[in-house]
C-alpha cells in the first residue's frame, strides 16, 4: 500500500520504517532538512534499538523514502499518517499546530480519496478540527474531495519502539460510520492485518473514543508511578521497603507488577504532556480531574527527590563538593531527554555551587543541547559540568554518585572499583537498582527511594 507519514520524528520514523518492513511503499516527509539529509546520507537522527537496521534494509529496497517535498508527500500515500508533535502550549494544552498544519497541506494539495489518520497524541475533538481545516482548503480551491479522518493513537515505547510496532498489544482505531468512514475502514484493516494473523489485536471504535484511549492509559501509567511514589516517600519515614511492599501488592492479579517502580519521577515527551492536557480538556467542560492534578504535582515534587536527599547529606550550600551522575536520558535505551528528571537535578547541584562529572551510554549530546536550553539564564555553570566517558571515568573523586536512568550498565557494577574511585562511598540511587542490604554489607552509605528499612532497624 502507498503510505505517507508526516512527521519523522520517533513516531514517524518507526511508523514508517515498520510498514516498509510490511512491504508497503512509504515517503517520509519532515519539515526538518537536517532530519532528512542524515536519513538519506544513511544514517539515523535518534538512537532507537533495532531502528537502524530497518530503515536502511527498506531505503536499500527503495520502499523508504524521506523528504521535505509536501506536494509529493501528499499526492503518495493513499493513507495520510500525521505524526507530527504536539508539545504542551503555555497552558499545559497540547499545541495543535503542527497537526493542523500538516492537515491544511493534505487539503492543499489532495486530488483524490485520502485517508487521513492521526497518529499524534491528540485532545478529543481533534479529528473534527482536522476534518474542518482540510475541508476549508479544498472548499478555497472549490474542489469536493472524499476524505475520512481516522484515530490510530500510538502505543510504542521509546527505546522498545520498534519492538513495541512490530508486535503490538493492542491497535485502537477510531473510524466514522459515514461511507468514507467505512472506505478508511477497509483500508486500515487491511494495512494492518499483518499484525493480526496471531490473533485479532485490533480495537475498532469512534474516533472521540479512540483519541480518549490514548490519554487514558497514559493517565493510568503515571498514576501508578505517582502513587508508589508517594507511598515511597512514606516508606523513608516509617522505616519500610517499598521494593518489598511491591512484590507484596503486585503478586495480586487485581493489581500485577508493571509500573510500580517507586524512583525520582517520570519524564519523557508523553506522560508529563498527556497528563496536563487531559486535565486541560477536562476544564474546558468545567470539571477538574483531582487525581491527575495530584498525579503530576507528585510527580515534580518527586523529581527534586535526589537533590533533596543530596542537600539534606551534605548542606545545601554545595559549593566545593562534585557528584558523578549516571544516566541523563529519561529512561533507558534512548537519547530523549524530554522533561527528564536528570535536568531537574543537575540544576539543583550546579545552581548550589557543586560540580558534576555526568555518564550516559547515548545521551550526551542530547545533554550538551538541552543544558544550554536548561542554563540560558546562567550559562557559566556548564563549565561545572564534565561529560565522562564511561561509568567509572564519571565517579573519580567525587563526593557521591546519584543514579538518574536506569541502563543495564549500571545494575551490577564492580562495587569496590566504585568505592575505591569516589572519595566517599555513598550513593543517591534514584531508581532503586541495588539492594539495599548488599549495600551495607559492602560498606556503601545507601540512600534508595522509599528503602530506609534497613537504616531505621
Ligand atoms: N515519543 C513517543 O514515545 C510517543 C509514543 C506515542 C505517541 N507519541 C505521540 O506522537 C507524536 C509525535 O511524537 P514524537 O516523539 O515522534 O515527536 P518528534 O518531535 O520526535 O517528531 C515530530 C516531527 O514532526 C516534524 N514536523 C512538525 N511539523 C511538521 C509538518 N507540518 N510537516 C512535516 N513534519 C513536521 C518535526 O520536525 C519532527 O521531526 C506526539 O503527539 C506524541 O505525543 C509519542
Not at 194 to 218: C, G, L, Q
Not at 275 to 290: G, H, M, P, W
Request: charged share 25%; with cysteine.
Amino acid at each position: 500500500m502507498k503510505i505517507t507519514i508526516i512527521g519523522t520524528g520517533y513516531v514517524g520514523l518507526v511508523t514508517g520504517a515498520c510498514l516498509a518492513e510490511l512491504g508497503n511503499d512509504v515517503f517520509c516527509l519532515d519539515v526538518d532538512q537536517r532530519k532528512i539529509d542524515i536519513l538519506n546520507a544513511g544514517g539515523i537522527p535518534i538512537h532507537e534499538p533495532g531502528l537502524e537496521e530497518v530503515v536502511r534494509r527498506n531505503s536499500a529496497a527503495g520502499r523508504l523514502k524521506f523528504s521535505t517535498n509536501v506536494e509529493a508527500s501528499v499526492a503518495h500515500g493513499d493513507i495520510q499518517f500525521i505524526a507530527v508533535g504536539t508539545p504542551p502550549d503555555e497552558d499545559g494544552s497540547a499545541d495543535l499546530q503542527y497537526v493542523l498544519a500538516a492537515a491544511r497541506n493534505i487539503g492543499k494539495y489532495m486530488t483524490g480519496f485520502k485517508v487521513v489518520v492521526d497518529k499524534s497524541t491528540v485532545p478529543v475533538g481533534t479529528a473534527d478540527k482536522v476534518r474542518t481545516v482540510i475541508a476549508q482548503e479544498l472548499s478555497s480551491r472549490q474542489h469536493e474531495l472524499p476524505f475520512s479522518v481516522v484515530s490510530n493513537p500510538e502505543f510504542l515505547k521509546e527505546g522498545a519502539a520498534v519492538e513495541d510496532f512490530m508486535r503490538p498489544d493492542r491497535i485502537v482505531i477510531g473510524c466514522d460510520s459515514t461511507s468514507e468512514g467505512e472506505r478508511a475502514r477497509d483500508l486500515m484493516r487491511k494495512l494492518y492485518a499483518p499484525f493480526n494473523r496471531n490473533h485479532e489485536r485490533t480495537y475498532w471504535m469512534d474516533v472521540r473514543s479512540a483519541e480518549f484511549t490514548k490519554y487514558a492509559a497514559n493517565a493510568m501509567l503515571a498514576t501508578r508511578i505517582s502513587f508508589m511514589n508517594e507511598l515511597a516517600n512514606l516508606a523513608d519515614h516509617v522505616g519500610a521497603d517499598i521494593d518489598a511492599v511491591r512484590h507484596g501488592i503486585g503478586s495480586d492479579p487485581r493489581i500485577g507488577h508493571s509500573f510500580l517502580y517507586a524512583g525520582c519521577g517520570y519524564g519523557g515527551s508523553c506522560f508529563p504532556k498527556d497528563v496536563q492536557a487531559l486535565e486541560r480538556t477536562a476544564q474546558e467542560y468545567s470539571l477538574n480531574l483531582q487525581i491527575l492534578q495530584a498525579v503530576e504535582a507528585v510527580n515534580n515534587q518527586q523529581k527534586q527527590v535526589l537533590g533533596n536527599k543530596i542537600t539534606q547529606r551534605f548542606g545545601k550550600n554545595l559549593t566545593g563538593r562534585h557528584f558523578a551522575v549516571w544516566g541523563l536520558a529519561f529512561k533507558p535505551n534512548t537519547d530523549d531527554m524530554r522533561a527528564a528528571p536528570s535536568r531537574v537535578l543537575l540544576g539543583e547541584l550546579l545552581r548550589a555551587g557543586a560540580t558534576v562529572a555526568v555518564y550516559d551510554p547515548v545521551a550526551i549530546d542530547e545533554a550538551k543541547r538541552v543544558l544550554e536550553l536548561d542554563f540560558y539564564d546562567a550559562p557559566e555553570l556548564l563549565t561545572a559540568v564534565r561529560y565522562a566517558n564511561n561509568p567509572m571515568d564519571a565517579l573519580d573523586g567525587a563526593d557521591a554518585l546519584a543514579i538518574v536512568t536506569e541502563w543495564k550498565a549500571f545494575r551490577s557494577p564492580d562495587f569496590d572499583k566504585v568505592k575505591s574511585s569516589l572519595k566517599q562511598p555513598v550513593i543517591f540511587d534514584g531508581r532503586n537498582l541495588y539492594d539495599p542490604s548488599v549495600m551495607r554489607e559492602i560498606g556503601v552509605e545507601y540512600y534508595g527511594i522509599g528503602r530506609s528499612v534497613l537504616a531505621k532497624a
